[in-house]
């Protein structure tokens, strides 16, 4: 069992930054590639990023390529999405997920989904 708590959403102005964080407990964390999703109001939910168990491997979204980073503490049990240069159109519910086979996304647990709002 895993369970994901995601943190760092609010509110920004266009062109600011946010980190948000997502920590796992579980012993088996570690193991799992690691996803950030997002869900806009009235829109389905799309995927943002995503890192393999080893950190070695990271994927984006072409929308948010170059302005986001994915990276992973093992040690701290936590998976951090550097947000940079926001655009209004970022503003969502971001969500992490424990990705049992990335190369299909399949997701094992979900986060509760933090809210990021960026104003123009």
């Known amino acids: 069992q895993v369970q994901l708590v995601e943190s760092g959403g609010g509110a920004v102005r266009a062109g600011g930054s946010l980190r948000l964080s997502c920590a796992a407990s579980?012993?088996?964390?570690?193991?799992?590639?690691v996803g950030w999703f997002r869900q806009a109001p009235g829109k389905e939910r799309e995927f943002v990023a995503a890192?393999?168990?080893?950190?070695?491997?990271?994927y984006y979204a072409d929308s948010v390529k170059g302005r986001v980073t994915i990276s992973r503490d093992n040690a701290k049990n936590t998976v951090y999405l550097q947000m940079n240069s926001l655009k209004p159109e970022d503003t969502a519910v971001y969500s992490c997920?424990?990705?049992?086979?990335?190369?299909?996304?399949?997701?094992?647990?979900w986060g509760q989904g933090t809210q990021v709002t960026v104003s123009s």
């Open positions: 579980g012993r088996t964390f570690s193991s799992y590639a």
């Open positions: 890192i393999s168990w080893s950190g070695d491997s990271t």
């Open positions: 997920a424990a990705i049992a086979d990335i190369a299909t996304m399949s997701v094992d647990y």
